[in-house]
């Protein structure tokens, strides 16, 4: 894995980190972040092809940056900094081992009560004239979040890194995005008011635009294969059996970073013969998984998913001719038929791996 410049990506979000953010960015809810992964565990498996890690406290921190940018509103940036701080280890694996693959909302449950719940942060909202109820909940807030397919601050920001990070076996050495294109997506993005009336982000370009879905449309592909359903669903089997095994406690989801767990697992899996350690050993070396429509003979042999889960896709705000706003698929026939074909692909039935 390479390094990556959060920094710098960062000053293309927001040239100017406004300095009444600096405070936040030392309370614990939000450090612990850092020992998280974006990318949901597949940073730990050589079944991807990860170009680097990039921590759930970095992509905060970046849909902070973005609202700022847009909206000079300290209730939005701190609102979108702390939106992940229920995030537990291996991001949506909590949500897989909890059997929310479809809505993967399991993890948002904790997020209001944490924050409500923080004394540090309280003081430090006073300081800002702000209160806990102000920044709580960024659902309220259509620039930080929105409902599939718009553009939201989270949305805009997760898909950058995912883009120039997220590689399996079938892309392998060719990220999706890169520095410039990121550059030059994001420079071309504006307030738009979509069909509701509602503000939203959006492009001048349509050019721009459709390059932008049919990319985010790409990311989306990845994460619909088998590859990423059989690597999630692994993984939260691995992290039930662990805290049912009393290996590791539900608490340490929330306290470990991701690196320690791996090494709890990875030191078990050496000493022990157990159902757990066969899927450890599994994750942890597995390269190619078998599509197919059926089931392996010795099914007990592999491990095996069937599941239908979230599809994540954009499909932009853009300016017309006329400066109307309007959805890209309704000016752009590329990104038309990108988002249909997205929606419409299904991988085979089932996807499966021989255990170690």
């Known amino acids: 894995m390479s390094a990556f410049n959060s920094e710098l990506y960062h000053s293309v979000l927001c040239p100017h980190f406004p300095d009444f953010l600096t405070k936040y960015l030392t309370l614990p809810i939000l450090t612990r972040l850092k020992g998280i992964g974006l990318l949901c565990g597949t940073d730990w498996t050589p079944l991807y092809y990860n170009h680097f890690f990039y921590s759930r406290f970095e992509h905060s921190v970046g849909c902070a940056l973005i609202a700022w940018n847009f909206t000079k509103d300290k ?14 280890i291996f991001s949506h694996v909590s949500d897989f081992r909890k059997g929310d693959t479809l809505t993967q909302s399991v993890t948002e449950n904790e997020n209001k009560s944490i924050i409500l719940n923080s004394i540090e942060l309280a003081e430090l909202l006073k300081q800002d004239g702000l209160t806990l109820l102000d920044v709580c909940d960024y659902h309220k807030y259509p620039i930080c979040d929105n409902d599939i397919p ?25 990220p999706l995005w890169n520095f410039d294109l990121v550059k030059q997506s994001y420079n071309d993005i ?13 492009f001048n370009s349509v050019e721009i635009a459709q390059d932008y879905c049919k990319r985010c ?12 359903k059989l690597a999630l669903n692994m993984l939260g089997r691995i992290v039930n059996l662990a805290i049912k095994e009393k290996l590791i406690s539900e608490e340490s989801c929330y306290s470990s970073s991701e690196e320690q767990i791996i090494k709890i697992f990875d030191e078990y899996a050496k000493c ?25 003979e010795n ?58």
């Open 75 to 88: 209730k939005q940036a701190i609102a979108s900094l702390l939106h992940d701080v229920s995030t537990t």
């Open 150 to 174: 718009g553009l939201s601050s989270d949305r805009l920001e997760y898909m950058y890194p995912s883009g120039m990070s997220l590689a399996d076996e079938v892309i392998k050495n060719q």
């Open 190 to 202: 504006v307030i738009l008011k979509n069909e509701f009336g509602v503000e939203e982000l959006g």
């Open 217 to 228: 449309c790409d990311v989306g592909l990845i994460l619909q294969r088998n590859e990423n």
């Open 272 to 296: 022990n013969t157990t159902e757990l350690a066969s899927l450890i050993k599994t994750f942890r070396t597995m390269k190619k998984i078998t599509h197919s429509d059926t089931l392996p």
């Open 299 to 356: 099914k007990d042999e592999f491990y095996v998913v069937n599941l239908n889960v979230k599809k994540r896709y954009i499909n932009p705000l853009v300016k017309n001719t006329k400066g109307k706003a309007v959805r890209i698929s309704e000016v752009s026939n590329i990104a038309r038929e990108c988002i249909n074909d997205f929606l419409a692909f299904n991988d085979t039935v089932y996807g499966f791996v021989k255990l170690v």
